[in-house]
């Protein structure tokens, strides 16, 4: 058998283990037939033996390397349980991939962690993808069946099941909300809204804490999502299935009850909630018996606040919100009342009449307090006829009480899913179909099961038997499809154990017939199931305990189970008594009184029944478990009519830790939610499948004879027979060959085999090669050996000649070296005597010369004192004189006032007054004396000094030349002695010359250190100058990017709300044409399209103030001013010499009712008045203007010092008190702003007057001759078009309306809008601005209805946008904004500010609306041209993938051959947008712009499919995306469009190819990839090189190793990629248009073409 031949050395398989189920070994020798032991190597080299009884008890087989990690488990060449463990395994540990397919179930394993696989952009990629193409998610489930539904109009359902904690709500949450944006028009409507505000309803009401899961479902429910024609969401309705309620009243330990229960206490301080009455959860006894309070990581607080905004979005209102909550507070309080015992035989219960508990919940619920204390103790009994009051014991008292608690939260938990589905019905009419979402819980078994488990578990055996039966059917399907001859694959069929549990006398009929019974027990049910399914005939899925007589098992298909029989019989019977129903009926709370008076009205979800004192008889009909199986009959009864498709929840470990894979808990599950079965199943017929072409291509060198792929059916069909003997192992159909599992590894096992044989021969043949060719090189080496040697010989002796000539020149060198040293030294010694021989006689000579120069300066000194004090002598005696001569001029003049001053009388009468004078006189005249005596006093003193002074310099003298004559010998020996002394003198001032040397060097050296240190201090105030302004600079840009980043959202999410606006008006036009077909569907009559256009209701855009777009948000830079400063007066031109008719007031009675002027003295006055009024005007006009313009100049330096100021102030250069200055400085120069504004307008009223003026009298003020035509400003405009009013709608039909396609696409770009314009400024000019606005508004009107007729015509929509465009700055150009500054225009008097806006409003809908096509054309195109297409023929052709993929049902057939899209059609589509724009003669920049968003586009949705797409990433794949790409680039530069960031969007795309063909072995290619890849954030590198797969046998996947390598690596970058996985798709650009002024539009310039029909317009 081949099978056996696979069991060789080397091979790889699987042997149990009871830790790890399943361990891989090695064999180390061939298996033969007949062994008895297997020899195998583990994983850690431990080697073993394997006992192996016979062939079939040989340990299963391994997979090929190859297939490690593939994403369906069905195409495994090897189908068994370890195969299924170990893949799962590797792609949740190593590669984080939680989902895998199973052929058509999809294994979903719970992380517990958040991933961010969830996203809109995620959505967006699976959107129309094919379920085979992409990676397994959720969301691909969910696409599958929405196309089938769409396509083939059939209901669905997703079945979605798993044991508590395996994340099944989380899956059906993902699943709706799916739905709701697939099947919402681009944004959520109110159907999807409400569709989705369901879950977090249902989670409060039905989902709790257990063991196993923080948020485990404790119901299950089936939801219809209904859709209309055009796939949208209509509506929806919700079923559910056995609520748990036994956990209102009881919780184990460690589990919580329902969340709504503990939200409530977590809000109790809220205003509205503390008439309630409640506390901590401790204290109540349904919140506290499980011990657990909170759950880690959720707020209560916030998920009551999301649970009411979820009721509000459904429309229940407030109040009823709190009346729905004072029932679950009610609830609460009926927990905690005590039930007290009392009686002989302590066993009557009864409740104290000041229980405060019961107390509070009469109250909340508005019931009687003692009547519901007394019959929660007594009961009503029939009795002969008569009706018996009995009191029941304590513990019954309790029973009842908790029964109580149940049935009213089963009530109102019916109840809420009831307004739920009134809420989520359809206002739309019928659904034409739905999907159906089931979360179901899945099989569970525990250490003790009861009644919920029973049923539950009986649940999951109707679905195995679905499921099972579903696969077969598909199984069957495909094999019909291909034309095989099959015989009937067996499964294993689970309707005994269904049989046994449903039908007569089943495990549900006894459990119903024993709650009939009066005095039925749980005993006796048990009994009669021995007797029925033991004793009289033994059923083989029935067993009872050993050790137990209370107990049964039942034998399901995924275990066997053991079930406890107490309690089943209360809890299928669930009974209320009817006294506590009847006091709740009378409640004077409406909701409650409503809910139990509706209770018979609703037994189809009824979860129990009311028990009264005169039983029913038809009671049986009421049991939870009849109820059960109508409705789980009704959900089957609804599968069976859909088609399925199935997700299986896994949970991996019982620890909730993320990531952590326990395989025995993953087995155990994997057994019991069919995958397993499914494995079986395929592996029991024919598994893998290849189409003959993949099969030729991957086996091509398996088979003989001609070989071609046009053959290769006919190749296959021949060569299988000789490759495979055995028949029964493969079968042809018609256009796939199938094999049964294990043959394609045999296959693969042969063509490995016939490698190594060609490649052992090609090894041969290189190794003779490579021998000759070292024999030869051998040759060659030693030939050329033999002559370097002896060359080498030669030069050795040519070297020895030489050194030897060499040492004789040297030695001759060096002995004329050393004479000539020898001599030079001689010399220098000679030279050197001389030399100090010369220095010591010119020094005696230069002391001699020293002493005879001191000897003269002596002398002149001398001589010189002498003279200056003959000077100083004479010089006092002339001075004494003076003094004397002066002293007896003074007495003179004593004596002479002495005998004046004989008269006193006289003296007084000349006088009056001197006396004081003369004191003072005195006292001035007796200091001077005392000044005089001390002056002479100092004189005497410097006489008697110098006298002596020279005394004794004359005794010296004399003395000196004494000596000199007495004793002239020893004046040889006095001279050494002083030249001794001077020598002495001098080596000492040389000493001290030599110390200040040192001292000024070292100075010296200090001075250059500190100027050293003050360069360095002052290149670092340089450096910290230019850093902070750096810093204030880098700030400054920045502040600049975040305003520019912001505007640009702004300006983003304000383009967004127009088109979501347009979308809106788009829908309101389809509705109302709907009602309009409607009410006239007979007799219709087309109306003209300018009266529907006159009737039209006009746009909120050029109406409403509040669609007018913000100044900072429109896309044209230019801002436009307010109503009020544009505000101008309508004239006509003067030449006219006519009166506009179209006014009804003049424009001076305008003016003068502006300016607040009385008419009748205006109308008296002369024309000379007016001429001198003019002047005035006029010179008061020119100083306003100048002194307007100076102020203005001044403002504007101020606020241009005024922001530098403010920018230093915010980077931190200036304090808070400078900011607060500025800050008010800023705010005063505002002001002054207001104040030049409000000149500016009082200025234009006198600019409109002297216009007036001009215009009544104009030959009052103009000049002496004839006014120049050149002059600006004049009020005379020419080169217009003249429409009538009458003419307007005409006008407006053939320009733009009914204009044809192939004429508009005809006229030069921009036409219409330019004859448009010349009509609107004839009418500005002739005063008529009702007229001008009129039309205006008329035209875009008309455009944008233009725009939505031709929605998916690209020329005309680029034809329309030009027209805006160049409307739109004609306008802006002839505002009065823009011609203040000019001389050359003359400004609008229309106001038209709001047209504007609407103008801008609409170019860019108009853009909008053209990417738009283009992107719609696209989408379908992008992934198969530039991902899926070959250009490069013969790349990828002959490396076929060992096992693809089957398709799974109802996917759609791919375009092959011809037919499939490739770089041409996407380059194609883009150039008909550049023709559409070129022909416009639309500016580079939006061009650029709109490329830059369409490339986007491209790369977003390349690279997302790139990232889902396992078959995509190789290194062939990567190669041919990287050439289509660069056509894609080539195309944008040779149309100069990448200078717009065009090409830069593609940068994701081109790296991520680059990773796909770089080395992923080394550490070196870890860093350059790192490096290379800096468009890629950490997840989006990880994510391929996870999906990295090889695609021949040369090429090997990438190692964890290497990834973790590589996420080490990325940790240490800081990109600002956000944490998201896949490109944003609905990112959009926002778009801005630059103004550029039209040239000076003349009529006269423009060719209007006859078939316009616009004669009727007259130039002017």
């Known amino acids: 058998m081949a099978s056996l031949e696979l069991y060789s050395k080397g091979s790889s398989v699987w042997i149990p283990d009871p830790d790890a189920v399943w361990v891989s070994a090695l064999l180390l020798q061939d298996y033969s037939p007949g062994k008895k032991h297997l020899l195998l190597q583990l994983a850690n080299g431990e080697e073993v033996q394997y006992p192996v009884g016979s062939p079939s008890d040989l340990p299963p087989l391994g997979n090929p390397d190859i297939l490690e990690g593939e994403n369906d488990l069905t195409a495994l060449s090897f189908l068994h349980e370890p195969a299924v463990l170990h893949n799962l395994r590797v792609r949740f540990l190593d590669y984080s991939s939680i989902y895998t ?77 799916y739905f709701a944006v697939v099947g919402g028009a681009a944004q959520q409507t109110s159907v999807e809204e409400r569709v989705l505000a369901s879950n977090p309803i249902m989670e409060s009401i039905g989902n709790a804490k257990t063991t196993r899961n923080d948020n485990s479902s404790r119901f299950g429910k089936y939801i219809e999502i209904g859709f209309g024609r055009k796939g949208d969401i209509i509506g929806a309705n919700m079923r559910t299935y056995l609520l748990e309620k036994s956990r209102v009243v009881f919780q184990a330990s460690a589990e919580r009850n329902y969340h709504i229960f503990y939200q409530l206490c977590a809000s109790r301080e809220l205003p509205e909630m503390r008439s309630f009455k409640l506390d901590a959860p401790e204290h109540f006894r349904y919140t506290s018996q499980g011990g657990e309070m909170q759950i880690p990581g959720t707020d209560d607080l916030s ?48 409740i104290d009449a000041d229980d405060r508990s019961l107390a509070v919940f009469s109250k909340l619920l508005g019931v009687e307090g003692p009547q519901m204390a007394h019959w929660l103790c007594h009961r009503r009994l029939a009795v002969g006829g008569e009706m018996l009051i009995k009191p029941m014991s304590g513990q019954q008292a309790v029973g009842a009480r908790d029964a109580l608690a149940k049935h009213i939260y089963g009530q109102l938990f019916t109840w809420t899913v009831q307004r739920l589905n009134s809420a989520l019905r359809s206002q739309r009419g019928k659904a034409k179909s739905f999907i159906g979402v089931l979360d179901i819980y899945g099989f569970e078994t525990f250490d003790r099961n009861s009644f919920e488990q029973f049923c539950i578990n009986y649940a999951n055996e109707k679905l195995q038997q679905q499921f099972n039966r579903h696969v077969f059917h598909l199984e069957q399907e495909e094999y019909i499809r291909e034309e095989l001859v099959w015989s009937r694959i067996e499964f294993s069929d689970n309707q005994q154990c269904i049989n046994l549990i449903e039908a007569q006398l089943g495990l549900f009929d006894l459990l119903d017939e024993e709650c009939r019974m009066p005095k039925g027990s749980d005993e006796s049910w048990v009994r009669k199931l021995y007797d029925q399914h033991l004793t009289g005939k033994p059923h083989p899925h029935f067993r009872k305990p050993r050790m137990s007589n209370s107990a049964f098992i039942v034998l399901h298909f995924a275990d066997t189970v053991q079930y406890e029989c107490d309690g089943f019989l209360d809890k299928n019977r669930d009974t209320v008594f009817e006294e506590l129903i009847n006091i709740l009926k009378a409640s004077q709370s409406e909701l409650v009184a409503e809910l139990f008076q509706q209770q ?43 088609t399925p498709h199935y997700v299986r929840c896994i949970k991996p470990n019982d620890l909730k830790e ?118 030869t090189r051998i040759c060659w080496a030693t030939v050329t050996i033999q002559r370097y040697c002896r060359g080498a010989q030669a030069r050795r002796l040519a070297l020895t000649l030489r050194y030897s000539k060499a040492a004789l020149v040297i030695q001759k060198t060096y002995r004329m070296v050393v004479v000539r040293q020898l ?141 000199k004559h007495e004793k002239p010998q020893p004046c040889t020996v006095i001279s050494e002695k002083e030249v001794e002394e001077r020598r002495r003198a001098q080596e000492k001032a040389a000493q001290e010359i030599l110390q200040l040397t040192q001292e000024l060097q070292v100075l010296q050296r200090e001075k250059d250190s500190f100027y050293k240190e003050k360069e360095e201090l002052s290149a670092r105030l340089l450096e910290g100058e230019k850093a902070q302004e750096e810093c204030v600079h880098k700030a400054v840009s920045q502040a600049s990017a975040a305003l520019k980043a912001e505007l640009d959202e702004e300006r983003r999410k304000y383009q967004g709300l127009l088109r979501e606006f347009t979308r809106l008006e788009q829908r309101y036009d389809n509705l109302r044409e709907m009602s309009l077909l409607t009410e006239h569907a007979k007799g219709h009559r087309r109306t003209d399209s300018t009266r529907s256009l006159s009737f039209e209701p006009s746009s909120p855009t050029l109406m409403s103030p509040q669609s007018l777009t913000p100044l900072s948000l429109s896309p044209f830079p230019s801002a436009f001013p307010s109503p009020e400063e544009v505000r101008r007066v309508s004239v006509t031109s003067p030449g006219e010499g006519r009166v506009s008719t179209w006014s009804s007031e003049t424009p001076m009675d305008q003016l003068m009712e502006k300016m607040e002027v009385a008419k009748d003295p205006a109308v008296k006055m002369k024309g000379e008045d007016l001429a001198h009024a003019y002047d005035a005007v006029r010179v008061a006009n020119k100083f306003l203007e100048s002194q307007l313009r100076r102020q203005h100049s001044q403002n504007e330096e101020e606020m241009e010092a005024l922001r530098r100021q403010l920018s230093q102030a915010i980077s931190g250069s200036s304090s808070a008190a400078q900011q607060q ?290 078959d995509m990433c190789c290194w062939s794949r990567g190669m041919q995306i990287r050439y289509n790409v660069s056509l894609l680039e080539e195309w944008l530069r040779s149309r100069g469009l990448q200078a717009g960031g065009a090409v830069a969007t593609l940068e994701p795309l081109i790296q991520a190819v680059q990773l796909l063909q770089a080395g992923k072995k080394t550490e070196g290619d870890a860093q350059a990839l790192v490096q290379t890849c800096t468009a890629l954030s950490s997840q989006q590198i990880v994510k391929i090189l996870t999906l990295y797969t090889p695609h021949s046998d040369l090429d090997e996947r990438v190692t964890v190793n290497f990834i973790r390598t590589v996420q080490g690596l990325l940790k240490g970058r800081s990109d600002g990629h956000p944490p998201q996985l896949l490109m944003d798709v609905r990112r959009v650009f926002p778009v801005t248009f630059p103004y550029s002024p039209p040239s000076v539009l003349q009529a006269e310039q423009l060719v209007i073409p006859d078939s316009l029909k616009i004669s009727f317009l007259r130039r002017v």
């Open 658 to 775: 993320p990531f952590l894979f326990d395989p025995r808990r993953t087995v155990q599950q994997l057994r019991a939610c069919g995958v397993l079965e499914t494995i079986r199943i395929s592996a029991a017929g024919f598994p893998s499948r290849w189409t003959y072409e993949e099969f030729f291509s991957r086996y091509r060198l398996l088979l003989r004879g001609p070989q071609s792929l046009d053959q290769a059916q006919a190749s296959c069909r021949q060569a299988l027979p000789e490759l495979i003997p055995d028949p029964d192992q493969y079968c042809f159909g018609k256009t796939k060959v199938f094999f049964r599992a294990g043959q394609v590894a045999f296959l693969e096992r042969l063509r490995a085999e016939r490698l190594r044989v060609a490649a052992a021969i090609i090894q041969s043949r290189v190794r003779g090669w490579l021998a000759r060719t070292r024999y």
């Open 303 to 350: 998920d009551l606040e999301r649970t009411r905004n979820a009721f509000t979005v459904l429309g229940v209102q407030p109040d009823q919100q709190m009346e729905l909550f004072r029932i679950l507070a009610a609830v609460l309080h009926l927990g905690n009342v005590n039930i007290q015992i009392s009686g002989r035989s302590s066993d009557k219960g009864y």
């Open 1221 to 1510: 200055d500025l800050q008010e400085l800023l705010e005063a120069r505002e002001q002054e702003c207001v104040r030049l504004r409000r000149e500016l307008k009082e200025l234009k009223n006198t600019v409109s007057l002297r216009r007036l003026l001009t215009q009544v009298l104009p030959s009052a003020f103009s000049p002496e001759t004839t006014p120049s035509p050149s002059r600006p400003k004049s009020a005379t405009v020419t080169g217009l078009f003249e429409c009538r009013k009458r003419d307007e709608n005409k006008l407006i039909k053939n320009l733009i309306t009914d204009i044809r396609v192939d004429s508009a696409l005809s006229l030069p770009p921009g036409l219409p809008a330019s004859v448009l314009f010349l009509c609107v400024r004839q009418a500005d000019c002739s005063g008529d601005q009702t007229h001008a606005r009129s039309l205006c508004s008329a035209a875009v009107t008309a455009m944008k209805a233009a725009l939505k007729k031709h929605s998916n015509d690209l020329h005309m929509t680029a034809l329309w946008l030009k027209n805006a465009c160049l409307l739109h700055d004609l306008l802006t150009q002839h505002s009065p904004k823009q011609t203040l500054d000019s001389d050359d225009l003359v400004p609008l008097t229309t106001d038209v500010s709001d047209l504007i806006r609407a103008l801008s409003d609409l170019c860019i809908q108009a853009y909008q609306q053209l990417l738009s096509i283009t992107a719609k054309r696209l989408v379908n195109i992008i992934v198969p041209a530039l991902l899926e297409s070959e250009i490069i023929p013969g790349l990828s052709g002959s490396a076929v993938k060992l096992v693809t993929s089957r398709k799974r049902a109802g996917s759609d057939p791919r375009t092959v051959g011809g037919d499939a899209p490739t770089m041409a059609s996407v380059l194609r589509e883009l150039g008909a947008l550049h023709t559409a724009l070129s022909r416009q003669a639309l500016p580079p920049t939006q061009m650029e712009q709109a490329f830059h968003q369409l490339t986007y586009v491209i790369s977003a949705f390349a690279f997302n499919s790139l990232l889902l797409r396992k």
């Open 823 to 963: 001599f030079l030294m001689i010399r220098q010694a000679t030279i050197t005597i001389q030399a100090f021989t010369r220095g010591t006689l010119e020094r005696h000579r230069y002391r001699l010369l020293v002493a005879e120069r001191a000897a003269v300066l002596l002398q002149a000194r001398v001589r010189g004192w002498l003279a200056r004090r003959a000077y100083r002598r004479v010089r006092a005696a002339v001075v004494f004189m003076q003094c004397c001569a002066r002293r007896r001029a003074a007495r003179r003049e004593l004596l002479k006032l002495k005998t004046e001053a004989r008269s006193v009388e006289r003296y007084r009468e000349l006088n009056k007054g001197m006396e004081v004078k003369l004191m003072q006189l005195q006292l001035k005249a007796d200091q001077g004396a005392r000044e005089g005596a001390a002056l002479r006093e100092t004189l005497k003193a410097e006489r008697e000094a110098n006298s002596t002074e020279l005394q004794a310099l004359k005794a010296v003298i004399q003395k000196l030349e004494s000596q």
């Open 101 to 177: 397919y199973c052929g058509i179930v999809l294994v979903a394993i719970n992380p517990y962690d958040q991933l961010p696989i969830y996203g809109e952009e995620v959505i967006d990629a699976y959107s129309g993808q094919d379920m085979a193409d992409m990676e397994p998610h959720i969301f691909s489930v969910a696409e599958e069946a929405y196309r089938t539904m769409t396509r083939e109009e059939k209901n669905q359902s997703i079945i979605i099941s798993g044991e508590s904690g395996s994340g099944k709500t989380v899956s059906a949450k993902f699943t709706m909300r």
């Open 600 to 642: 018979g009205n609703v037994s189809s979800v009824a979860n129990g029944s009311v028990r009264s004192g005169k039983r029913a008889t038809r009671e049986h009909k009421l049991t939870v478990g009849f109820q059960f199986r109508q409705s789980l009959q009704m959900l089957m009864d609804t599968l069976n009519s859909t």
